[in-house]
């Protein structure tokens, strides 16, 4: 049996899967100011009664480093950056501890500059004597020769007790993403930790242990002994949870809408041909640009429980959230409320309801039930605008999906998708709205769970070589090995695939469920008075996001829906 977990801003719902069917559904109140409650009380729920050994593994999705990060909820993190000559990293600054240090390495993992160790070392008795236990380190080529980075990790050991550099996680050039995915990663470490540290030994202390997975950005999922080194990949997992609850019902022949309505954000997101589109550089967090490889997602400020005001005679929904609707017990109304006014609510008070409405009729000059309309059409309308604000920005550029690039490629959606809590009340007004077909899926309000559930690993890996100085590395592996001059573009693939595979392994996937293909491949010859001296090589490759493969029969039958693809 498998465990799914969706951690939102406003419900935690969990799953128990196994036998080819939902086993138990659990959905309980979160509590943002103690998360680990909230989740304990989930996994009682799913477990109680059942034999420690009858639980295979957990797949847990959290806002957790999200939310942290948008509320400014981090610790003070130490940040030391080397860059050498040309852009200067004092333009990045980021965090009231931020140093600049002497030393560079040059594009072809060349050192040009050393570090001098007396500088890193006075940086270290500054941190002990502000008390800042966790730091980052950056070089900015330290993609092509870590050197630089390992140096500053080994010297501020003495005084942090987690160092992230910055080559550990991402492979791509970009130095002020790197900066601040460094930055991230360090800033919610301790957060995460004590959060899933919590969730093992709750399970340990029920005899349950088993694998705990974490689901990322991208889909995918990856262990949580490897999510402590890289807790910046569980950013946007929520809405990466949203993406995989709605892959089943998504057409292989059409563009989907995804639009999953919870009770503090609704998040969008758009399949090409059942295709979940890829950020092509990295997500976007409370305005800070990071490497963390991200499904394309958009979260706006609306959901079933956002607050509802009428402002200099205008109707408002959203974007705050001040706790559940006056129908569960809130001291606001909702459109949750307005949900129950036209008789659409579930267990809750409905007189509670329409009193929290009557005010607000009363503004608006028109009856309750008038305005609990207003109300529902105003939060689709917002919904259905922010959506196509989103296709319309795609469109601007090329299209990238888990597949492939799909240039020249324009989005058009021919089917939307939804799912949350709301998800049946909302879609006939999203229909009439945008005059495309629009369905609720099946078990709308666990969907989250179910696809967290069911994710699979995913995993990259970049390989540089450079035939002249006789070396291939992966600096994001700890790898270098001699080559010789014969050593092509074909044989770094090779090699890079069996780094993916050990890795994917090692990070908790099953040899079957290792799907690989190839991001990048590029290769020129390096000349010096008129001879080829050498190659340089580049090559990237990654597994698809996706469902487990031992899982796709067990989710169609959960899903009443068509087969599943091979991979996304």
């Known amino acids: 049996m498998i465990i799914g977990l969706d951690v939102g801003g406003t419900h935690t719902d969990g799953v128990l899967i196994g036998n080819g069917a939902i086993l138990r559904q659990v959905k309980v109140a979160t509590d943002t100011g103690n998360l680990f409650d909230c989740v304990c009380a989930c996994l009682e729920k799913l477990t109680v009664d059942l034999p420690p050994k009858a639980i295979r593994r957990a797949v847990l999705s959290t806002t957790l480093t999200t939310n942290a990060i948008a509320e400014g909820n981090l610790e003070k993190i130490g940040v030391v950056v080397s860059a050498g000559p040309g852009i200067d990293p004092a333009n990045f600054k980021i965090g009231s501890h931020y140093f600049c240090v002497s030393g560079s390495i040059d594009h072809r993992g060349r050192e040009v500059q050393p570090l001098r160790e007396r500088e890193i070392e006075e940086i270290a008795d500054i941190f002990i004597a502000d008390n800042i236990r966790r730091a980052a380190v950056i070089s900015k080529f330290s993609v092509r020769n870590p050197k630089h980075e390992l140096e500053m990790a080994r010297i501020l050991a003495r005084s942090c007790e987690v160092v992230i550099p910055g080559h550990s996680l991402s ?160 001291g606001h109304p909702t459109p949750t409320d307005a949900l129950f006014v036209l008789g659409k609510g579930g267990k809750g008070d409905l007189e509670a309801a329409r009193r929290g409405l009557r005010p607000i009729a009363r503004n608006l000059g028109v009856s309750i039930e008038d305005t609990a309309l207003l109300i529902l059409d105003l939060a689709c309308a917002k919904i259905v605008g922010a959506a196509r604000e989103m296709v319309e920005e795609i469109n601007l550029r090329p299209v990238y999906t888990v597949k492939e690039l799909l240039s020249g490629y324009r989005v058009q959606p021919a089917e939307i998708v939804v799912l949350g809590g709301p998800a049946p009340h909302f879609a006939p007004r999203i229909e009439e709205l945008t005059g495309i077909q629009t369905c609720a899926v099946p078990l709308w309000h666990v969907a989250n769970a179910i696809g967290a559930a069911l ?101 169609g039958s959960i899903f009443n829906c068509c087969i599943l693809p091979d991979a996304v």
Not at 254 to 263: E, Q, S
Not at 275 to 289: D, F, I, T, W, Y
Request: proline share 5%; net charge negative; with cysteine.
């Open 455 to 555: 994710a699979r690993n995913t995993s990259e890996v970049t390989l540089f070589a450079d035939t002249e100085r006789g070396l291939a590395l992966a600096p994001g592996e700890e790898f270098s090995r001699a080559v010789g001059k014969d050593f092509d573009l074909e044989k770094a693939l090779c090699l890079a695939s069996e780094l993916l595979r050990a890795k994917c392994i090692k990070a908790g996937a099953s040899e079957c469920e290792i799907d690989l293909e190839v991001v990048e491949s590029n290769q020129f010859n390096m000349v010096r008075d008129y001879y080829t001296v050498g190659r340089n090589i580049r090559v990237q490759v990654q597994t698809r996001p996706g469902l487990i493969s031992e899982c796709r029969d067990l989710a």
């Open 171 to 330: 492979a791509t050039l970009n130095f002020p993403r790197r900066i601040n995915t460094a930055w991230l990663s360090a800033a919610v470490h301790p957060l995460h930790k004590e959060f899933f540290e919590a969730v093992r030994q709750s399970l340990k202390s029920k005899g349950v242990e088993i694998p705990i997975y974490v689901l990322k950005a991208d889909g995918g999922t990856m262990s949580f002994e490897a999510s402590l080194m890289a807790p910046e990949q569980t950013i946007f997992s929520g809405p990466a949870a949203s993406v995989l609850g709605a892959l089943p019902f998504a057409s292989p022949d059409v563009d989907t809408l995804v639009l999953d309505i919870g009770g503090t954000t609704t998040d969008i997101a758009v399949f090409a041909r059942r295709a979940p589109l890829l950020e092509p550089l990295g997500g976007e967090v409370a305005g800070s640009r990071t490497l963390v490889r991200a499904l394309k997602t958009r979260s706006i400020a609306l959901g079933g429980d956002s607050c509802v005001d009428v402002i200099d005679a205008e109707l408002r929904v959203g974007p705050r959230r001040l706790g559940p609707a006056m129908a569960y017990g809130g």
